[in-house]
C-alpha cells in the first residue's frame, strides 16, 4: 500500500500490514525529499529497516536495539525537518539541509528519530525516563546486497583494539574477505554505484561506535557489519612515558546516563558520484548547535610546527632545540610570511612526569608569548589529554593569562564513555578561557565542532607523521586521494601538510630526522587546497621555506576558511580536484596517487569577468626529482577550459582572482 505524501508535521503515520515470516509487522515508510531514496521501517520481535536508491535496495539494518531491548512501537508520527546552518570554521559559511522524520515511540521509556536526507539517512535512539539508564549495549547490523566492495580501517592494536590513535590507511575489500580486526568509523561499502558511509554525529556522554566484519556472507548473500562498543572504564592506570592514562579493567555495560537525553546519530551518508563525498555535510548537520556563544575569537590560520622535522633548523647562530632562541626564530617566520600560529610541541615541560604546569628551564615561555604577541602570532602549546583534564582549570587560568592561543591535546587513543566526556569537558572549560584546541589521538570527528566552535582541527587519519616511520611500501598518494571522500565527510582533518623534502616512488627513503614526504612538493602543495583544515601546519623548517620564498609565499597566501566549496571532479583512490572560494578569489587543488594523469576541467564556476590566474604546477622533470615544481602567471575567463599535467604522485594549486 502506498504511503501518505509527507505534506504535514507531525501527522499520524498510516500502517500497513504485510507478511515477515510466520508473523505480521507494522511497516512505515519514509522518504528523502527528493524522492529518490525510501526507507522501510518495521517492527518483528525488533525493529529493522531497509534503505532503497531509486528502487534498489542498498543497505538494511535487519535488528537495531539499544540495551538489546524488545520495545514494541506504541506511536509513530512523520514531520519535516529543515535547517539552516551557519557554519564557522566549516567547509562553507552556512548551507540548508531538509529531511523527512519519523518519530517512534516505544515502550520502556525509549524512542527512536529516523530522518531521511537527500544524501543519506540518520537514526537515533533516546530515553524519556527521568531516572539512571544503564545501556548494556547496543545492537546495529548492517547487510549490504552481495558480496558488496568496502574501504576499510582497521585497529592498529590486537590486544587492545578500542585502544588505539584511530590512524590506518584503508584496506579495500570484498566484505567476504575483511579482516577480522574491529574497524573504526568512518567506514564506505560500494553496492553498484552507489557507496554507503557509516558515521555518527552528536556523540556526546556515549561510547563511539566501532563495526566487525562477519566474514562469510550472511544468508540471501549479503556482507554484513555489526557494531561493537568499548565498556565504561572500571579502573585506570598510567603509562610512565607521557603520564598518559589507559583503561586498566571495564565494566560489563557500555553507557550509564541519567534522565532524559538523546543517544548519538547513526549516519549512512548515500553518494551516488564521488565528488559529492567530501562535501557530505550530515555530520556537521545533526551534530548539536553552539553551545558556547561567541565566535569571533576564534581565528583559523596557519602554524609554524616543530615537531615534525625534528627541530632540524640550517645556518642559524644558536643550537637549535627546544628553547626559548628557536621559538623567538619561528616566530619571525611566521611574522613574514603571514602564518597566524606557533605550535610549540612535546618538550616544553617534563612530559614524562606528566609536569604541565612548570616549563622546562630551557623554555622562557613567558618571553616567547610576550614576543609573538607583539608580533600578532598565537602560541598553541602541545599537551596529552588526560594530563590537561588532571590540571583543567588551573592550567586555563595560567597559560591563559600568560597569553597562549590554545592547546594541541594529544594521545586520547580512546573513544569509550569517559574518554568522551573528557574530550567535551576540556572543549567547555577552553571556550570560557578563549582557547582554541587541536584535538590529536583522537577518534574522527563527530560534529562537536559545531557544538564546540574553539576546536578547530582534529586528526584521526594517517597524516604526514607517518613518513617519519613509513615503509616504502606504504602508498602515501593513494591514501591522500582516498581519505577525503571518506574521513573527510565526518569533518576537518589536521593531516600536517607542508614537506619540503619531496620523494618519488622510486626514491623515497625513510629517515626520521630529517623525514621526506611521498609524491612532489605541488601534490604537498594541494593539500592546503583539498583538506578541511581550518587550523593547519606548515610542517617542515623554517630555514627550508626561507630558501624557496616563491613557494613558500604561495601556500602561506591561502585561505584556512572558505565561503564555499567544490569537488568538480574525482574518483576515490585516483585523484581528486578541489575548487574552494573566499571572498572573489578561487583556489584550486589537485592530487593524484602514483599514477601520472592529465586532467581538464571547466572553469564554469567562475563569475563574469577575467580572472589573474597562477599556477603551482609539477615541473618537467617532477618524475624524477619530485621537489622540481613551476608558477605560472596566465589570464583566463569562466568559459575557459584547463589541462593539467600531473607527474606521478603530483598536484597542483590554482589561485583564480577577478581582474
Given at each position: 500500500?502506498?504511503?501518505?505524501k509527507?505534506?504535514?508535521?507531525?501527522?499520524?503515520?498510516?500502517?500497513?500490514?504485510?507478511?515477515?515470516?510466520?508473523?505480521?509487522?507494522?511497516?512505515?515508510?519514509?522518504?528523502?525529499?527528493?524522492?529518490?531514496?525510501?526507507?522501510?521501517?518495521?517492527?518483528n520481535?525488533?525493529?529493522?529497516?531497509?534503505?532503497?536508491?531509486?528502487?534498489?535496495?542498498?543497505?538494511?539494518?535487519?535488528?537495531?536495539?539499544?540495551?538489546?531491548?524488545?520495545?514494541?512501537?506504541?506511536?509513530?508520527?512523520?514531520?519535516?525537518?529543515?535547517?539552516?546552518?551557519?557554519?564557522?570554521?566549516?567547509?562553507?559559511?552556512?548551507?540548508?539541509?531538509?529531511?523527512?522524520?519519523?518519530?517512534?515511540?516505544?515502550?520502556?521509556?525509549?524512542?527512536?528519530?529516523?530522518?531521511?536526507?537527500?544524501?543519506?539517512?540518520?537514526?537515533?535512539?533516546?530515553?524519556?525516563?527521568?531516572?539512571?539508564?544503564?545501556?548494556?549495549?547496543?545492537?546495529?547490523?548492517?547487510q549490504?546486497?552481495?558480496?558488496?566492495?568496502?574501504?576499510?580501517?582497521?585497529?592498529?592494536?590486537?590486544?587492545?583494539?578500542?585502544?588505539?590513535?584511530?590512524?590506518?590507511?584503508?584496506h579495500?575489500?570484498?566484505?567476504?574477505?575483511?579482516?577480522?580486526?574491529?574497524?573504526?568509523?568512518?567506514?564506505?561499502?560500494?553496492?553498484d554505484?552507489?557507496?554507503?558511509?557509516?558515521?555518527?554525529?552528536?556523540?556526546?556522554?556515549?561510547?563511539?561506535?566501532?563495526?566487525?566484519?562477519?566474514?562469510?556472507l550472511?544468508a540471501?548473500?549479503?556482507g554484513?557489519?555489526?557494531?561493537?562498543?568499548?565498556?565504561?572504564?572500571?579502573?585506570?592506570?598510567?603509562?610512565?612515558?607521557?603520564?598518559?592514562?589507559?583503561?586498566?579493567?571495564?565494566?560489563?555495560f557500555?553507557?550509564k546516563?541519567?534522565?532524559?537525553?538523546?543517544?548519538?546519530?547513526?549516519?549512512?551518508?548515500?553518494?551516488?558520484?564521488?565528488?559529492?563525498?567530501?562535501?557530505?555535510?550530515?555530520?556537521?548537520?545533526?551534530?548539536?548547535?553552539?553551545?558556547?556563544?561567541?565566535?569571533?575569537?576564534i581565528?583559523?590560520g596557519?602554524?609554524?610546527?616543530?615537531?615534525?622535522?625534528?627541530?632540524?633548523?640550517?645556518?642559524?647562530?644558536?643550537?637549535?632545540?627546544?628553547?626559548?632562541?628557536?621559538y623567538?626564530?619561528?616566530?619571525d617566520?611566521?611574522?613574514?610570511?603571514?602564518?597566524?600560529?606557533?605550535?610549540i610541541?612535546?618538550?616544553?615541560?617534563?612530559?614524562?612526569?606528566?609536569?604541565?604546569?612548570?616549563?622546562?628551564p630551557?623554555?622562557?615561555?613567558?618571553?616567547?608569548?610576550?614576543?609573538?604577541?607583539?608580533?600578532?602570532?598565537?602560541?598553541?602549546l602541545?599537551?596529552?589529554?588526560?594530563?590537561l583534564?588532571?590540571?583543567?582549570?588551573?592550567?586555563?587560568?595560567?597559560?591563559?593569562?600568560?597569553?597562549?592561543?590554545?592547546?594541541?591535546?594529544?594521545?586520547?587513543?580512546?573513544?569509550?564513555?569517559?574518554?568522551?566526556?573528557?574530550?567535551?569537558?576540556?572543549?567547555?572549560?577552553?571556550?570560557?578561557?578563549?582557547?582554541?584546541?587541536?584535538?590529536?589521538?583522537?577518534?574522527?570527528?563527530?560534529?562537536?565542532?559545531?557544538?564546540?566552535?574553539?576546536?578547530?582541527?582534529?586528526e584521526?587519519?594517517?597524516?604526514?607523521?607517518?613518513?617519519?616511520?613509513?615503509?616504502?611500501?606504504?602508498?602515501?598518494?593513494?591514501?591522500?586521494?582516498?581519505?577525503?571522500?571518506?574521513?573527510?565527510?565526518?569533518?576537518?582533518?589536521?593531516?600536517?601538510?607542508?614537506?619540503?623534502?619531496?620523494?618519488?616512488?622510486?626514491?623515497?627513503?625513510?629517515?626520521?630526522?630529517?623525514?621526506?614526504?611521498?609524491?612532489?612538493?605541488?601534490?604537498?602543495?594541494?593539500?592546503?587546497?583539498?583538506?578541511?583544515?581550518?587550523?593547519?601546519?606548515?610542517?617542515?623548517?623554517?630555514?627550508?621555506?626561507?630558501?624557496?620564498?616563491?613557494?613558500?609565499?604561495?601556500?602561506?597566501?591561502?585561505?584556512?576558511?572558505?565561503?564555499?566549496?567544490?569537488?568538480?571532479?574525482?574518483?576515490?583512490?585516483?585523484?581528486?580536484?578541489?575548487?574552494?572560494?573566499?571572498?572573489?578569489?578561487?583556489?584550486?587543488?589537485?592530487?593524484?596517487?602514483?599514477?601520472?594523469?592529465?586532467?581538464?576541467?571547466?572553469?564554469?564556476?567562475?563569475?563574469n569577468?577575467?580572472?589573474?590566474?597562477?599556477?603551482?604546477?609539477?615541473g618537467?622533470?617532477?618524475?624524477?626529482?619530485?621537489?622540481?615544481?613551476?608558477?605560472?602567471?596566465?589570464?583566463?575567463?569562466?568559459?575557459?577550459?584547463?589541462?593539467?599535467?600531473?607527474?606521478?604522485?603530483?598536484?597542483?594549486?590554482?589561485?583564480?582572482?577577478?581582474?
Amino acid at each position: 500500500m502506498q504511503k501518505s505524501k509527507l505534506y504535514f508535521c507531525f501527522i499520524q503515520m498510516l500502517i500497513v500490514w504485510s507478511g515477515m515470516g510466520e508473523c505480521f509487522a507494522a511497516n512505515y515508510t519514509v522518504k528523502s525529499p527528493n524522492g529518490r531514496i525510501v526507507v522501510n521501517l518495521g517492527e518483528n520481535s525488533q525493529l529493522f529497516f531497509s534503505v532503497k536508491m531509486d528502487g534498489r535496495t542498498i543497505v538494511e539494518v535487519p535488528t537495531l536495539s539499544l540495551d538489546a531491548k524488545t520495545y514494541g512501537i506504541s506511536s509513530v508520527q512523520q514531520s519535516t525537518v529543515k535547517d539552516d546552518i551557519e557554519a564557522p570554521l566549516y567547509r562553507q559559511k552556512s548551507f540548508t539541509v531538509r529531511a523527512n522524520q519519523l518519530d517512534v515511540k516505544l515502550h520502556y521509556g525509549f524512542g527512536l528519530q529516523l530522518r531521511v536526507y537527500n544524501d543519506g539517512v540518520a537514526y537515533r535512539f533516546y530515553t524519556t525516563n527521568r531516572g539512571t539508564t544503564v545501556i548494556n549495549g547496543e545492537v546495529a547490523t548492517f547487510q549490504f546486497p552481495g558480496d558488496a566492495k568496502a574501504w576499510l580501517a582497521y585497529s592498529t592494536n590486537d590486544q587492545q583494539p578500542y585502544a588505539m590513535a584511530f590512524q590506518n590507511v584503508y584496506h579495500e575489500t570484498k566484505l567476504s574477505e575483511a579482516r577480522n580486526k574491529m574497524i573504526f568509523l568512518p567506514a564506505t561499502i560500494e553496492v553498484d554505484d552507489v557507496k554507503v558511509t557509516i558515521l555518527e554525529s552528536d556523540l556526546r556522554s556515549y561510547p563511539g561506535m566501532f563495526l566487525k566484519a562477519e566474514g562469510a556472507l550472511s544468508a540471501g548473500n549479503r556482507g554484513m557489519l555489526t557494531a561493537r562498543f568499548a565498556h565504561y572504564p572500571k579502573e585506570m592506570d598510567y603509562y610512565k612515558w607521557r603520564g598518559m592514562s589507559y583503561v586498566k579493567k571495564s565494566e560489563f555495560f557500555i553507557a550509564k546516563s541519567e534522565g532524559v537525553r538523546t543517544y548519538p546519530w547513526r549516519v549512512l551518508a548515500i553518494s551516488t558520484r564521488d565528488a559529492d563525498m567530501p562535501v557530505n555535510n550530515l555530520v556537521y548537520a545533526l551534530a548539536e548547535p553552539n553551545k558556547i556563544g561567541d565566535t569571533s575569537w576564534i581565528k583559523p590560520g596557519k602554524a609554524a610546527w616543530d615537531w615534525w622535522h625534528d627541530w632540524n633548523l640550517r645556518g642559524v647562530p644558536f643550537v637549535a632545540g627546544i628553547n626559548t632562541d628557536t621559538y623567538l626564530y619561528y616566530i619571525d617566520f611566521a611574522a613574514r610570511y603571514g602564518l597566524e600560529y606557533i605550535v610549540i610541541d612535546e618538550g616544553w615541560y617534563n612530559s614524562e612526569k606528566g609536569d604541565l604546569m612548570n616549563p622546562i628551564p630551557e623554555m622562557d615561555l613567558r618571553r616567547i608569548i610576550r614576543y609573538a604577541r607583539q608580533k600578532g602570532i598565537g602560541v598553541v602549546l602541545w599537551t596529552v589529554f588526560n594530563v590537561l583534564d588532571e590540571h583543567l582549570r588551573e592550567a586555563c587560568i595560567k597559560y591563559g593569562t600568560m597569553g597562549i592561543a590554545g592547546f594541541k591535546v594529544d594521545f586520547l587513543d580512546r573513544n569509550d564513555q569517559t574518554a568522551v566526556e573528557m574530550a567535551e569537558r576540556i572543549a567547555a572549560q577552553c571556550a570560557k578561557y578563549h582557547l582554541i584546541l587541536d584535538y590529536h589521538g583522537f577518534y574522527a570527528p563527530t560534529g562537536m565542532s559545531r557544538t564546540y566552535p574553539n576546536i578547530v582541527n582534529y586528526e584521526g587519519v594517517f597524516g604526514m607523521e607517518e613518513c617519519r616511520w613509513a615503509q616504502k611500501t606504504t602508498d602515501m598518494p593513494r591514501y591522500d586521494v582516498t581519505f577525503p571522500f571518506i574521513r573527510m565527510m565526518a569533518g576537518q582533518v589536521d593531516f600536517t601538510p607542508g614537506a619540503m623534502r619531496n620523494g618519488t616512488r622510486d626514491n623515497w627513503v625513510e629517515c626520521y630526522q630529517n623525514p621526506v614526504s611521498m609524491g612532489t612538493r605541488c601534490h604537498q602543495a594541494a593539500c592546503y587546497v583539498v583538506h578541511d583544515s581550518p587550523f593547519t601546519m606548515l610542517c617542515d623548517a623554517p630555514t627550508s621555506y626561507e630558501r624557496e620564498p616563491e613557494f613558500t609565499q604561495m601556500i602561506a597566501q591561502i585561505p584556512t576558511v572558505w565561503d564555499e566549496t567544490r569537488v568538480l571532479k574525482g574518483k576515490i583512490g585516483e585523484y581528486i580536484i578541489t575548487a574552494r572560494r573566499k571572498g572573489d578569489v578561487w583556489y584550486v587543488g589537485g592530487q593524484t596517487d602514483w599514477i601520472s594523469r592529465a586532467v581538464t576541467m571547466s572553469l564554469s564556476f567562475l563569475g563574469n569577468g577575467s580572472y589573474k590566474t597562477t599556477l603551482l604546477v609539477d615541473g618537467i622533470n617532477a618524475n624524477h626529482n619530485a621537489e622540481d615544481f613551476r608558477i605560472v602567471q596566465e589570464m583566463h575567463k569562466s568559459s575557459d577550459f584547463l589541462t593539467i599535467k600531473m607527474a606521478s604522485g603530483g598536484g597542483f594549486v590554482i589561485r583564480l582572482q577577478k581582474e
